[in-house]
């Protein structure tokens, strides 16, 4: 089964558990739909707009259960990024792990599968 993720702050991901649903961060807010990304994205999205962020949770989720509400849509590139039309709900996320800030980088090593 291949994954897809989802980073959020811990405020963000604080305000999931407490709710048991979000409709994301702010710029998922603003576009309507909460982004995702591959095993394959997740690490270049984690550049291009987490950037020597720390304290970060990676959620996974799999996309099989979340039916019609996942639209696969061109985004950085041209490529094809998994949209969630719907809240995330914590019944959603198969798990969550801290996502460690090393050297100004943020490692992937162990989280992810692809």
């Known amino acids: 089964m291949a994954l897809i993720y ?34 394959e994205q997740v ?6 707009h987490f950037a020597g ?9 799999n996309p099989a259960p979340l039916g019609d509400a996942l639209k696969w849509e061109p985004s950085r590139g041209g490529a094809l990024f998994p949209h969630l039309y719907r809240p995330l709900r914590t019944s959603d996320v198969l798990w969550s792990r ?6 100004g980088a943020h490692d992937f090593s162990g989280l992810i599968d692809g």
């Open 6 to 39: 989802k980073i959020f702050r811990q405020d963000e991901f604080t305000d999931l558990e407490a709710a048991g649903e979000t409709l994301g961060a702010p710029v998922d807010l603003a576009d309507g739909f909460i982004h995702f990304s591959t095993a």
């Open 98 to 103: 801290d996502l460690p800030l090393v050297d």
């Open 53 to 61: 962020e720390d304290g970060l949770k990676l959620l996974a989720v």
């Open 43 to 48: 690490a270049e999205t984690a550049g291009k």
